[in-house]
């Protein structure tokens, strides 16, 4: 059973463009979240979603950030306009309830904003 | 809002012995769940152990346990016959209302 994907592993983008990193969920799981890991600090949440819906957009800044989970595919988490500040590493985790209060992550998105 | 606290920014320990990190949370909430995710140097996000809120005995999970402190809000981890495949940042994290809330890190290194 493949674990949580993401793509790309690592993704340079010049200030200005935009920045789109994907996430598939475990097999069987359809709740995702995505965090965001600032260098030598811990991971803050940004986003829960379920298929079609989002859940919770608390940790999302409020502008140039959004996300999504469609019915087919993987979540998506678009920065539009990037900036220095975005640079960081990006997880999505999944679980299978909400119930289960386990999350496993994926391997991560290392954005650089040059 | 809930905010979890790692005052230990490094931590060493020699091969064999036996390690303590530390980690206290704020919270107002009866029901939650605590964590400890090890994240070796591939930044891969990896679950070593979980605790009920509710529950009075402190998990543990191989060379893993957990001192679970309820009254105080304490939640420390101590790793047993540390090896070399232990030295990874240690993040404690607290669940609740669907997301996680995650310490600034310990950076565990063990001599060998």
């Known amino acids: 059973n493949a674990g949580v994907m993401q793509n790309p592993r690592h993704l340079v983008r010049r200030r200005g463009q935009e920045a789109r990193l994907r996430c598939s969920p475990m097999k069987g799981h359809s709740h995702v979240y995505w965090y965001r890991q600032l260098p030598e600090e811990g991971l803050k949440f940004m986003v829960y979603l379920q298929k079609e819906n989002i859940i919770d957009e608390s940790g999302m800044p409020k502008e140039r950030f959004s996300a999504e989970f469609p019915k087919e595919g993987p979540s998506i988490l678009r920065i539009q306009q990037v900036v220095r500040g975005d640079s960081a590493a990006y997880f999505c985790?999944?679980?299978?309830?909400?119930?289960?209060?386990?999350?496993?992550f994926g391997p991560g998105t290392r954005l650089t904003v040059l | 809002a809930q905010t979890v606290t790692q005052s230990q920014p490094e931590m060493s320990v020699q091969e064999a012995e036996t390690v303590t990190l530390s980690c206290t949370y704020d919270?107002?909430?009866?029901?939650?769940?605590l964590f400890w995710y090890k994240q070796p140097p591939s930044r891969q996000m990896i679950l070593v152990i979980r605790?009920?809120?509710?529950?009075?005995q402190n998990a543990t999970e191989n060379r893993f346990s957990v001192n679970f402190q309820k009254a105080a809000k304490s939640f420390s981890l101590k790793i047993s016959d540390s090896q070399l495949g232990d030295a990874a940042m240690y993040f404690c994290a607290y669940y609740r209302g669907d997301k996680l809330t995650f310490g600034t890190g310990t950076r565990l290194a063990v001599r060998p």
């Open positions: 605790q009920e809120a509710y529950k009075q």
């Open positions: 985790a999944s679980s299978q309830m909400r119930e289960l209060h386990e999350q496993f």
């Open positions: 919270t107002s909430e009866s029901d939650y769940y």
